[in-house]
């Protein structure tokens, strides 16, 4: 019997179009990376839990960045003391971080663990990118800013101006109102995506000033060319900083247009960090998960990050002291 090359071409079309169709339907079925993502207890209010206040928003200007301002937030806990130095954590795109609804809910996540002993008493900061008065303020309404904000260049410009921005103009507006440690050890900083390279730029550049960063999804890329922290970890003296790397698998993996850019592949550059951080000696952690970018992993995980990033924390062993064993109190800023 002999097949005619018309019929052997039908026959391979249809079974081309049956895979394209079958893998069609893979596709279709296959799980949302970020579907198995939730943010825990530890991010919720409770009952018995005393609840910090959010003071603000306020207003600095900025003379790094002539003609723009930075928006921010105080969360202030219920145990904080005006009399004993208290730690700090300044998070970037602090709109998106305090967002009541929202995926990383940090206020919650102070709370639930400072009470409990977990980390010092601290004061959170939630500081916006730049704009110009007339440039609307990111929310979660209208999105973190890029386009429309100073947050692209602020953020992703591997110099030391951010880094000025916090140290220079942020710090001394805090420091009139509030007792903050001058021990860098006990200040941190984090965000994510352009706001955790942002954080990583200022305890990179001012490590006598933080030492603490905290790292979701970070832009370590060619955006304005911040790939290039791997190799400045690897050809400079190892810094006395802390850092927690997560990322996910699925993160932006530097696909444009067709063409695959390793410069521009979130996940390969957070993990060529990590290796250069692990390499020179770093007290490093990192979690990587299958997550796409964004906030939906690094909020189930924000808890161990800060219970990880403040493990040096003051802790009694004293099976007497009564106070170190309890919850806790209102005012009580140790």
């Known amino acids: 019997m002999s097949i005619r090359p018309a019929s052997i071409l039908a026959v391979l079309c249809a079974a081309a179009f049956g895979a394209a169709l079958s893998h069609v339907h893979s596709l279709q079925k296959a799980p949302n990376p970020d ?59 602090g709109q998106a971080f305090k967002d009541e609804n929202g995926e990383m809910r940090a206020q919650n996540v102070m709370d639930n663990l400072i009470y409990r002993r977990e980390i ?47 140290t220079e103009e942020l710090m001394p507006a ?19 995506s352009s706001g955790a390279i942002a954080a990583f730029m200022v305890a990179w550049e001012r490590s006598n000033e933080f030492r603490k960063v905290l790292s979701n999804v970070g832009s370590f890329t060619n955006i304005h060319g911040g790939d290039v922290y791997t190799e ?32 521009w592949d979130w996940f390969l550059q957070n993990v060529r960090l990590k290796d250069a951080l692990v390499k020179k000696g ?29 493990k040096d924390g003051p802790v009694s062993t004293d099976p007497n002291d009564a106070v170190e064993r309890g919850f806790r109190q209102p005012g009580a800023g140790k």
């Open 35 to 93: 579907s198995q993502y939730r943010i825990g207890p530890d991010s919720f209010t409770h009952e018995g839990v005393p609840k910090g206040e959010i003071r603000g928003p306020f207003v600095i200007k900025s003379d790094v960045y002539p003609g723009t301002q930075h928006t921010y937030w105080v969360y202030v806990p219920a145990q904080y003391d005006p009399k004993v130095p208290a730690a700090l954590m300044v998070y970037q795109d």
């Open 120 to 166: 010092p008493v601290m004061l959170g900061v939630f500081i916006n990118p730049g704009r110009t008065p007339e440039q609307t303020e990111p929310s979660p309404k209208v999105g973190w800013g890029d386009g429309f904000t100073n947050r692209g260049v602020e953020y992703n410009t591997p110099n030391d101006k951010y880094a000025k921005v916090i």
């Open 174 to 192: 805090l420091e009139k109102d509030y007792n903050i440690s001058k021990d860098p050890e006990m200040r941190g900083i984090g965000g994510s």
């Open 232 to 263: 400045r970890v690897l050809k400079s003296k190892r810094k006395p900083i802390h850092v927690f790397l997560c990322d996910g698998r699925n993160d932006n993996r530097g696909v444009r247009n067709g063409v695959y850019d390793a410069r």
């Open 282 to 310: 770093y007290d490093v952690n990192w979690t990587f998960g299958m997550n796409n970018h964004g906030q939906r992993f690094g909020g189930q995980v924000l808890p161990d990050m800060m219970r990880w990033l403040w």
